[in-house]
Structure formats: C-alpha cells, structure tokens
C-alpha cells in the first residue's frame, strides 16, 4: 500500500525535522521516506502508519494553526520533540513514527562505513547434507494423507527442538511441524529491518498491552527464538528452583537434581565464557564502573564458540557460530531419522476418547494436514501455545491456562564516553554486572548496529544527529526485572485474542531502582552524559539530574519496555486446581498432552531463560521415554 502524494510529503516532513543533516550524517531524503515505504508495505503495517501521518497533520493544524508538512523546520523538530516528553498517547505516536523513520534513514552502508561497522554479511552458502531432505515444507504433504509418528511436537525453538531431539535420539519416530521455514547461513545477513521481515513474528512488533505496552519479539523460523538472541546461557538461579519447591511442592527441581540437566544442555550447546577478545568497549567501561563500587561483574557465558563479535546477534548469526537449535538439536534430530515440515501453523490438537492423539496444521495457502501420534508436544511460544489451547476451549479446568504471564520487563539506557566503544563490532551482549541479581534485578551490556541503536535514544533533531555521530563513543547497558506474573490472555469479541499486561508497584519500583543503577555504573566508569529512555530525562550530567530522577513520580506508560522472555502461562504444578500441566510437563486433562515451552515454567526466574526452557524439555523427554519404554 504505496504513500499517496500527501502522505510521501507528510513523512518527508517528519523525516527532516527528525533526521536533519549533522556535521557528516546527511539528512533524512526522499530514499528514506522511499526505504520506510518499503519496510511498512513488506510488514504489513502501512495502514496503521498512514493514519499515524494524517493524525500529526492535523494535530499540528489544531495547535499550531498550519498542518505539519507546513511549518517551518525547527516548528516541525519542537513539536516531535514536546510529543516525545508528553503523555502516554502523544509518546506513543511519536515513537511510532520516528522508529521506522530512524531505522531506515541509518540503514545505509555509507553511515556505516564512516563508524567502521560492517554493514552486511554474506555468509557462504554450505552445500546441504543429506538429512537436509528431511526438511520439507508443509504443501509438500499430499492431500488426504495423514503423517504417522511417535511424537508429534509443533514447534522447533528451545523447548521443541530439545524435546524432539532426545526423544528421536532415543529411537522414537519424531516429526516437528514449524510455522517459519528453514534458514540457512546465507539468509542471516544482519540487516535489521530485512532480518525483522523475514524471522520475526509480525516484523517484531507482538507484545502485551496493559497500563503500558511491552514489545515481546518472538522468532519465526526453524530453531524460534534462539535463533535471535544473543547466547546468554544462564542457568536457573538455585534460589528460583529452592522457592519452586518449598512454594509449589516441585520436589524434583531442587538445585542438585537439575544439575546434571543442566549439564547436558550445555554441552548440547557448548557453554562457555564469552572471548575476551570480542567483549568490546562496552564490557571494559561496565567492569571499570562496577570496580569503582565494589558491585560484582563478569564475562556471560553463551552458547556460541568461536564467536568473532560481528555484533548482530539478534538478527541471526552470520557465521553459525552460536549454537542455537538449528545448529545445535534439529541437525542431530534429523540424523536419527525426524522430518521437519516447516511452513504449517498448528490449529488444533486432535482429541480422541479424551486422550490427545495428533494435530491438525494449516499451509499458508489454508489447507489442513493431519498428523497422527502416541504423543503430542506444543511449543509454539509462551504466548501462542495457549491461544491455540483456548481456541478449542481444552486444558483450563484449574482456570489457570492463560493467566501468569511473567515477561522480565526490560529496559536500558546509554552513556557517552571520551573514549571508543565501537559496541556494535563486538559481542552485543557479553557482559554482565550481577551484583543484584539475587535481588531481581540483572544488568547486561547492550550493544546494536547503528540503525537499531539509533531508536534507543528518545530524541530527534539535531540532538539526536548529535548523539549518532558520537555513536562509536556510546556504550549500551541494559537491565531486566523478575516480575509477578502480571499477565493474562483476554478474548476479544470476533474470536481474536491478546495479552493484557500491568506493572505494578513492585515492577515500578525495580525498574526505577534498575535505571538509577545503571547510571551509576556510568557516571562511575566516567560517562560524560547518559541517556536513560524516560521521557522528561533524557540527558543525564550531573548529580541534580540524578536526584530529579530518584524522586520522579514515574508511571507505567514512562517506560519504554521489551520483555524477552516470557514465561509461565501453562505451569506446571503438583495441584490440578492451581496448575495446568504436571511436574513432567503432561496437560492435567489431556493425557498424551505435553507443553514444553517457556509457558510449562512456573514463574520468573530472573535471568535470561533459553537454558531454563530447555533443561525442562530435556527432563520431560527422558521421563516421557522411561513411561514409553
């Protein structure tokens, strides 16, 4: 859906008060309007973003007598910039407009050269091994035939993938059924908005709505979101697994009967400390501020040997380097004789006699395919898995299917220094300072390439051009909360679903408290200004600046939040009536019903969760095989 006349200049006029010409970064253009046209059409958002123009058009006609695209520059540039300090509806319209607008105008291989960051890989691609036939997209399946196996599991991201792997490894018949389709090296190219399009669900843009909205990214492709993240391999804090047990009765989970779970999932993974030669700036500035206060800080250990800190993790590696289930567990899957039918959306769990027997999966094109098993695993995402459950009304006798969403709402802000930090040339996140982290509060490096980086920071203007052009001086820290389990899936009239979301005081607090600490560890290390996410604080200097935030009223809708890992919405539990699946990950109404994604963990946990989900899925595949026999 093309810009019409109207509309190109409207954006054009947004795009050159946001985005004007600095000292060497020119100005926003008719290739960047032309570039974000590209991007809303591909992602299916243009419509929304068409009304997102009309509405600053008229809204500038309402205040300042003249529409938008008529005022002068600076007129222009005042007005994106009140909308950025406003209330929560101003905020969001203002972000809505300047991101793709950002990310599109830095999307240029000239900017990036000018910081010395790479601005595209282009892996070599591998010639296909033989188990690479096993791989078949779902329009592959004859019409009316009926796909036989052991273990069905319908999804192939940290939970699935593990699930389907041991199993098969153990001589069961295993067949995944994944939404996305098959990657390989030379599709990972670290292009973000491209990478967006294409592995992420919705172009990136799913997530809850409350009292504030929190993006949750979730991957669309085979390995999920594993394929996506960073490699952070943390295990379960031995405090979480000890409240799980006196809290829920999980006996089972205590810190020495998971250990060796753990154990063989980082193995799988090849765990280790991330390479000192790849941390970058940005762990050096982090340990200097954390030295300084005597707070506790180290390497994070990831699932990627051989990293050479290319810096865009999050949009796929480029190099295979990091091991996530598509390197890692679908490979070995498949040499065992599994099959992959990508490009099938699960619908339905197939149910006979009250036992689940099977699923039915739909083609892009909206043909159904059946598939027929002795057991049935879901691990469509935290957030799916029960939208597909409640869909058919299955799995909700305790009441508690679609309620105890926990999302580890996160956050961070950015500090300039006098000396190069070049974070997007290194490991994104390779650092941590975990000093508070028993106290719900785990502060990480947070490195991006410059397009992405660029929507980090809540200005626009000449400010914002400012700040880019110091970006190889600017190190990124962020910081996650365990929260309380907030969530809940609520049904729309028409059959629609979403996921309704509210911090709470104590989120609030956390994140406030989270915040105020990573300023520290700046102003500690030497930062010149910070940049915190908050509006009405946006430049950091000085201790008054610091004491206006410690005493700020901040209300939810201040934060801009991601939550990257959510967790809990299909527990486990040792009670029907509190929990919807057992301790070995079996629905409590539907035998043969396992869930062995992030939704089957019972609550936060505090740290980044891959190695979580897939210890779990790991412990329900060798029970699962110990019943089958």
Known sequence: MPFTPEEHRIALAVGEAALPAGNYFPGASER???????????????????????????????SNGAPFSKLPRGEREEILNQWAQSHVAARLLFMGLTTPLKTAHFDDPELYK?????????????PPERWRQQVQPGESIPDGEEIECDVLVAGTGAGGAVFGKELAERGYAVVFVEEGEWRDRDAFTGRSLEMHHKHHRDGGVTGTLGNTFIAVPMGRLVGGSTAINTGTCFRTPDWVLDRWVSEFGLTGFEPGTMRPYFEQVERELQVGDSDPRYLGGIARVVARG????????????????????????DFGCPTEARRSTNISYIPPALKRGAMVYTRLKATKVRIENGKAVGLEAVTPDGKTKKFRARVTALACGTMLTPVLLANQGICNSSGWMGRNLSVHPSTNCAGLFDE????????????????????????????APIDIGSTVFPFVGRKLIEVMEAYDRIAGFGFLVSDKSNGRLVRLPGGRHLWHYNLGKFEMDQLKTGMLRCIEVFRAAGAKEIYPMLPGHGVIRTEADVERLRKANLKPSHWTLVGFHPLGTTRIGTRRDNSVLDPDQQSWDVPNLYVVDGGAVPSAIGVNSQVTIMTFATRAAIRLAEKLG
């Open 420 to 447: 190069e930090i070049k974070g997007y040339s290194s490991i994104p996140s390779g650092y941590t300072c975990d000093h508070w982290m028993k106290d719900g509060i785990l502060m990480n490096g947070a490195g």
């Open 114 to 126: 000018k910081l010395g960051c790479v601005y595209e890989f282009h892996g070599k691609p591998e």
């Open 290 to 313: 954390c030295e300084k206060l005597g707070w506790s800080h180290k390497a994070i250990r990831r699932n990627a040997p051989g990293c050479d800190g290319s810096g865009v993790c």
């Open 32 to 62: 960047t309007i032309e570039r974000v046209e590209k991007f809303l059409d591909r992602g299916g958002l243009a419509t929304g973003y068409k009304g997102m123009l009309r509405a600053i058009e008229t809204a500038a006609r309402l």
